[in-house]
Protein backbone atom coordinates (compact mmCIF):
# COMPACT_ATOMS: atom_id res chain seq x y z
CA UNK A 1 0.00 0.00 0.00
CA UNK A 2 1.78 3.47 -1.12
CA UNK A 3 1.45 5.99 1.65
CA UNK A 4 2.56 9.52 0.88
CA UNK A 5 3.32 11.58 4.52
CA UNK A 6 4.20 15.55 4.56
CA UNK A 7 5.95 17.33 7.16
CA UNK A 8 7.41 20.57 7.74
CA UNK A 9 4.77 22.74 7.61
CA UNK A 10 3.48 25.46 9.89
CA UNK A 11 3.62 29.11 10.70
CA UNK A 12 5.71 31.84 9.18
CA UNK A 13 5.72 35.20 8.14
CA UNK A 14 6.67 37.13 4.94
CA UNK A 15 9.76 36.57 3.87
CA UNK A 16 10.45 33.26 5.81
CA UNK A 17 11.43 30.03 4.45
CA UNK A 18 10.25 26.21 5.17
CA UNK A 19 11.06 23.14 4.00
CA UNK A 20 8.81 20.37 3.13
CA UNK A 21 9.14 16.73 2.98
CA UNK A 22 7.51 14.27 1.76
CA UNK A 23 8.31 10.35 2.55
CA UNK A 24 6.68 7.76 0.48
CA UNK A 25 6.40 3.78 1.68
CA UNK A 26 4.93 1.18 -0.31
CA UNK A 27 7.07 2.20 -3.09
CA UNK A 28 10.08 2.68 -3.99
CA UNK A 29 10.01 6.37 -5.46
CA UNK A 30 13.19 6.31 -8.01
CA UNK A 31 11.18 5.54 -10.77
CA UNK A 32 8.50 7.65 -10.30
CA UNK A 33 7.86 11.21 -10.95
CA UNK A 34 6.73 13.29 -7.89
CA UNK A 35 5.10 16.74 -7.36
CA UNK A 36 3.84 19.37 -5.21
CA UNK A 37 0.24 21.22 -5.23
CA UNK A 38 -1.54 23.12 -2.91
CA UNK A 39 -5.01 24.13 -2.34
CA UNK A 40 -7.20 26.51 -0.17
CA UNK A 41 -10.55 25.56 1.06
CA UNK A 42 -13.38 25.56 -1.57
CA UNK A 43 -10.56 26.19 -4.42
CA UNK A 44 -8.95 23.87 -6.67
CA UNK A 45 -5.82 21.87 -6.30
CA UNK A 46 -3.33 23.54 -7.54
CA UNK A 47 0.23 22.64 -9.14
CA UNK A 48 3.17 23.76 -7.78
CA UNK A 49 6.40 22.25 -8.62
CA UNK A 50 7.29 18.71 -10.36
CA UNK A 51 10.48 16.72 -10.66
CA UNK A 52 11.05 13.76 -12.99
CA UNK A 53 12.02 10.46 -12.51
CA UNK A 54 15.64 11.24 -12.95
CA UNK A 55 15.75 14.11 -11.10
CA UNK A 56 16.75 15.87 -13.90
CA UNK A 57 13.90 18.18 -15.19
CA UNK A 58 11.67 20.02 -12.71
CA UNK A 59 8.67 22.21 -13.24
CA UNK A 60 7.20 25.41 -11.54
CA UNK A 61 3.95 27.63 -11.41
CA UNK A 62 4.93 31.08 -12.33
CA UNK A 63 4.04 32.50 -8.89
CA UNK A 64 7.06 30.37 -7.16
CA UNK A 65 9.79 30.33 -9.99
CA UNK A 66 12.99 31.41 -8.01
CA UNK A 67 11.40 31.03 -4.51
CA UNK A 68 10.97 27.83 -4.62
CA UNK A 69 12.86 24.45 -5.13
CA UNK A 70 11.85 20.67 -5.48
CA UNK A 71 13.97 18.09 -5.19
CA UNK A 72 14.55 14.01 -4.23
CA UNK A 73 16.50 11.72 -2.44
CA UNK A 74 15.66 8.28 -3.58
CA UNK A 75 18.10 6.86 -1.21
CA UNK A 76 15.33 8.28 1.86
CA UNK A 77 12.42 7.73 -0.83
CA UNK A 78 11.56 11.44 0.02
CA UNK A 79 10.65 14.39 -1.74
CA UNK A 80 11.06 17.70 -0.75
CA UNK A 81 10.10 21.60 -1.61
CA UNK A 82 12.13 24.08 -0.12
CA UNK A 83 9.87 27.69 0.29
CA UNK A 84 12.15 30.60 0.43
CA UNK A 85 10.71 34.02 0.33
CA UNK A 86 7.31 33.12 1.57
CA UNK A 87 4.10 35.36 0.86
CA UNK A 88 0.91 35.66 2.22
CA UNK A 89 -0.26 34.06 -1.23
CA UNK A 90 1.65 31.27 -0.79
CA UNK A 91 -0.65 30.28 2.81
CA UNK A 92 -2.06 26.34 1.37
CA UNK A 93 -2.70 23.12 2.47
CA UNK A 94 0.84 21.52 0.65
CA UNK A 95 0.20 18.08 -0.68
CA UNK A 96 2.50 15.76 -2.48
CA UNK A 97 1.76 13.41 -5.18
CA UNK A 98 2.98 10.10 -7.28
CA UNK A 99 2.76 9.47 -10.53
CA UNK A 100 2.62 5.75 -10.79
CA UNK A 101 3.32 5.33 -14.21
CA UNK A 102 6.78 5.07 -15.67
CA UNK A 103 7.14 8.32 -17.91
CA UNK A 104 9.94 8.88 -19.73
CA UNK A 105 12.82 9.77 -17.63
CA UNK A 106 12.90 13.45 -18.01
CA UNK A 107 9.12 14.57 -17.66
CA UNK A 108 7.82 16.51 -14.97
CA UNK A 109 4.19 16.39 -15.22
CA UNK A 110 1.87 19.00 -13.98
CA UNK A 111 -1.76 17.77 -14.52
CA UNK A 112 -3.21 16.65 -11.47
CA UNK A 113 -4.65 13.36 -13.36
CA UNK A 114 -1.27 11.94 -13.83
CA UNK A 115 -0.71 11.39 -10.49
CA UNK A 116 -2.25 8.29 -8.75
CA UNK A 117 -1.23 8.90 -5.13
CA UNK A 118 -1.64 11.81 -2.66
CA UNK A 119 -0.89 12.56 0.89
CA UNK A 120 -2.39 14.05 3.75
CA UNK A 121 -1.07 17.68 3.29
CA UNK A 122 0.47 19.98 5.37
CA UNK A 123 -0.71 23.55 6.06
CA UNK A 124 1.61 26.24 5.81
CA UNK A 125 0.39 29.65 6.89
CA UNK A 126 2.49 32.71 6.17
CA UNK A 127 1.63 36.05 8.00
CA UNK A 128 2.12 39.62 6.49
Known amino acids: QVQLVESGGGLVQAGDSLRLSCAASGVAINMNAMAWFRQAPGKEREFVAA????????NYVDSVKGRFIISRDNAKNTVYLQMNSLKPEDTDIYAC?????????????????????WGQGTQVTVSS
Open 51 to 58: ISQSGIST
Open 97 to 117: ALALRHFQPNYAPKARNEYDY
